[in-house]
């Protein structure tokens, strides 16, 4: 006799389907990954890619004015929650957000750049179609592609299920970029509905047990010959999800802990262990003491390019240094094959409980005082500035802040609990902050939004200043206007006319490019202007705000001014 199951609300259930689409299968790993928003730009090519998206209630569809957008929108996103997505045309659309995949790459974060291709028979017709190059290789870019993204898939029916998972995989193992292909007649072709689950960001598979024995022994050991340690942190912890684990570690020993910029924000700067923010020899007297004089210094996710390390002025102590990163541990020149930082947290923690009663934090100097605000009524001045909107930050903020003055200005900043700084140093790219804060809004819609960019670095992005207003967004948005790129002028030749840029009217700019809902827009050339532009931003909180701060031309933050020396010296300048 033939059974049936009733659910409780008197219906059969609904069974798993048997098949689903090549498109589909990636829309469904995507949302299991935590993916809700998908950004990107239509084209005739990826047009069966979006109109799947479409259908999926799970899914937003977030439209941005070009693909360099879309990119770094997909790249804050992925920071946030763990994976991000974009969708391009083949050709002129996936080029255009080459760079901001490139900077993924750089900066360590898993984007999917999804790519509509021109169907298969198409393919191998030999015809010439529009978006590519006239020689009928449909290659071209997948090649380019490569040397940015750490996997590439171009999807065909019969793998498409393996290729997506094994690709998938592969950037929330990796934290950095894939690249899948689709082409417009595979798109909708039939394959087994996915099973199982894929691995959370930066979980990887266990080391050898023997390589993790020998890791723990000769921590131990190192740790056994050292008076006093501590922690620096780089931008991998928040990345493979450890930064818990980080302030465990400082916990089990009392160690202080001083963070690269890439990592502002990702250990409590209200913490007594917190020893500030480490740039070489732009380092406070104390950081650099916790960092450079102490017998045992753990790295814990570090990269040290010169932009986040005063310009390659750091002296990390390699031969006292037991360094954790991704997929692999090493203390001194012996390098343990394998060791995520899960794995080697755990045990590095361990050892220095053991040790909590031997171990003591280098004897470092007290906590400098915050500098006295100039007076006000004068012209605005970086120093100003930063004072003021020090003043403003609150718990859990998030700032935004692009290349150059606007970051280097932030890593001074004191944050307060929960607050945290987004940037992008390590792959510099101007113009990354005014999109990234569509990215980072709809990935954080519950925290209070700062985007601080220059007039030459919003210029370059400009156009997503309309996609951020018109979703009803609402950031306070500060415009450093020193007149051109200040940060080049501080490397050479500051009075030459390449520096220049047209100048804008940064106040007129928000009501043309959001007519219907214009947010409150003002101008600030004294630090008395730009506290009421800050007390403004309080009182209509919930509104957008954009305040142009006006500044000198070659006005720059102290960080700044020694970074720019030393890269200066290393250009042979």
């Not at 299920?161 to 995989?169: K, Y």
């Given at each position: ?436 804060a569509v990215g980072a809004t ?55 006319g390449y520096h220049d840029i ?72």
């Amino acid at each position: 006799m033939n059974t049936q199951t009733i659910t409780p609300q008197g219906y059969p259930p609904t069974a798993a389907p048997a098949a689903t689409t090549v498109v589909d299968y990636l829309l469904t790993r995507l949302s299991q990954a935590g993916v809700i928003s998908v950004f990107g730009v239509p084209g005739d090519f990826n047009f069966p890619i979006l109109d799947a998206i479409a259908a999926r209630p799970a899914l937003a569809w977030q439209g941005m004015a070009t693909e360099q957008g879309a990119g770094y929108a997909a790249d804050s996103y992925a920071r946030l929650r763990g994976l991000g997505a974009v969708v391009t045309t083949f050709g002129v659309g996936e080029l255009s957000a080459i760079n901001a995949i490139a900077g993924a790459y750089a900066e360590s974060v898993p984007v999917v750049h999804i790519v509509g291709t021109p169907a298969l028979t198409a393919r191998n017709a030999d015809v010439t179609l529009h978006h590519n190059l006239p020689d009928g290789d449909y290659d071209h870019f997948a090649r380019m592609a490569a040397e940015v993204t750490v996997a590439q898939a171009d999807l065909r029916t019969a793998t498409a299920a393996v290729e997506i998972d094994r690709v998938l995989s592969t950037a929330m193992r990796t934290s950095r970029p894939v690249y899948i292909t689709i082409p417009a007649d595979v798109a909708g072709a039939p394959v087994p509905a996915p099973k199982g689950r894929l691995p959370k960001t930066g979980e990887v598979a266990g080391a050898d047990p023997a390589v993790l024995a020998a890791f723990a022994a000769r921590a131990r050991s190192f740790l056994d010959t050292a008076a006093s340690a501590s922690v620096l942190v780089g931008h991998l912890a928040a990345r493979y999800r450890v930064t818990r684990a980080v302030r465990d570690l400082a916990g089990a020993g009392d160690l202080p802990v001083a963070v690269l910029s890439t990592a502002k924000g990702d250990f409590p700067e209200s913490d007594p262990r917190f020893a500030g923010l480490y740039a070489g020899k732009a380092s406070a007297k104390r950081t650099r003491v916790a960092v450079e004089d102490t017998d045992v210094l753990i790295t814990v996710g570090v990269t040290l390019a010169g932009t986040v390390t005063g310009g390659r002025t750091h002296q990390l102590p390699e031969d006292r240094r037991l360094d954790l990163s991704p997929d692999r541990a090493r203390i001194g020149g012996v390098v343990y094959p394998g060791i995520g930082l899960r794995e080697g947290l755990t045990i590095v923690t361990a050892a220095v409980r053991e040790r909590a009663g031997r171990l003591t934090a280098a004897s470092l100097p007290p906590r400098e005082a915050d500098a006295a605000p100039p007076v006000t009524g004068t012209r605005l001045t970086q120093q100003a500035l930063w004072a003021s909107l020090q003043r403003f930050l609150e718990p859990g903020d998030m700032v935004l802040a692009d290349v150059g003055t606007s970051f280097l200005g932030a890593a001074g900043l004191t944050l307060p609990d929960g607050a945290q700084l987004l940037g992008q140093p390590m792959w510099a790219s101007m113009g990354w902050a005014a999109p990234a804060a569509v990215g980072a809004t709809l990935g954080a819609p519950d925290r209070r939004l700062i985007v601080v960019a220059g007039d030459g670095a919003l210029q370059q992005t400009a156009s997503e200043l309309g996609t951020l207003l018109a979703l009803g967004m609402t950031p306070v948005i500060i415009v450093l206007n020193n007149d051109g790129y200040t940060t080049e002028r501080a490397i050479n030749s500051p009075s030459a006319g390449y520096h220049d840029i047209p100048a804008w009217e940064w106040t007129a700019l928000p009501a043309a490019v959001s007519p219907a809902k214009p947010p409150l827009a003002m101008q600030a050339a004294s630090l008395r202007a730009f506290d009421r532009a800050l007390r403004s931003a309080t009182r209509h909180a919930g509104r957008p705000i954009v305040i142009e701060a006006v500044l000198g031309r070659e006005d720059a933050p102290p960080l700044l001014t020694d970074l720019t020396r030393a890269l200066a010296g290393s250009s042979g300048r």
